[in-house]
């Protein structure tokens, strides 16, 4: 079973919509990360949570909101998607030492 | 502010070795990942180096010279399988924790 498991994998969405990205893990880590990655540009922060009550805000968090539901969840919504939010969603964790980010598998989601 | 700079691309022939360069300006250093990405596929950790110095692990190795900002991943007895692109990330402490930022990758094709 995997670690860190996102849902759903591909999403096709229309501007305006509501989009919910969903990020679980049972490696029993205390931070979780949300990142976006477009061609040529790298994985860019997104949001970072470092505890269930401590959530803040990364590179390029306009656009986008968070809810950590418990220490092994952590969502990522996009109130009202644009184009240009079309790209591949990663969620990550890491233990304390923050010595290694394990990520999960992706989300890519496309927005008309 | 923050930059990491790596080649876009690069080229190699099965068997033989290659080092990919990761020139870096940040402040509060704190460390520097290497990570692997197959496409469309989720980054996974190769190395980790805090220290001057070469970090050997199996046919991967990484050094770091903190004081040129500069580090290099090598990979030697290359495989077709190695084919991937090559994440350099520096972890850098600001705001009371530390954040990963990562470069834009360098796509490696290894050729027969």
């Known amino acids: 079973d995997a670690d860190v498991t996102q849902t759903p994998r591909n999403r096709i969405t229309k501007t305006g919509k509501r989009i919910m990205l969903e990020c679980s893990q049972t490696k029993g880590h205390d931070r979780m990360y949300w990142y976006r990655q477009d061609p040529g540009l790298g994985l860019q922060l997104i949001y970072y949570s470092f505890d269930v009550k401590d959530i803040n805000k990364g590179e390029i968090s306009d656009g986008y909101s968070v809810s950590r539901q418990a220490q092994a969840k952590f969502s990522l919504s996009l109130e009202s998607a644009i184009p240009n939010q079309t790209a591949l969603y990663f969620c990550a964790t890491s233990d304390f030492s923050d010595n290694e980010q394990f990520f999960g598998p992706g989300t890519r989601l496309t927005v008309l | 502010g923050q930059n990491i700079d790596q080649p876009t691309e690069m080229t190699a022939t099965e068997g033989a070795i290659v080092q990919i360069n990761c020139t870096y300006q940040?402040?509060?250093?704190?460390?520097l990942f290497w990570y692997q990405q197959h496409a469309g596929e989720a980054p996974t950790f190769l190395s980790y180096?805090?220290?001057?110095g070469l970090e050997e692990k199996g046919r991967f190795s990484s050094f770091l010279s903190r004081s040129k900002g500069y580090s290099y991943l090598l990979l030697k007895e290359l495989q077709m399988k190695d084919s991937a692109s090559y994440l350099c990330a520096v972890r850098s402490f600001s705001g009371g924790y530390n954040k990963l930022i990562f470069g834009a990758g360098t796509r490696l094709a290894v050729h027969p």
């Open positions: 940040t402040s509060g250093f704190n460390g």
């Open positions: 180096n805090v220290l001057d």
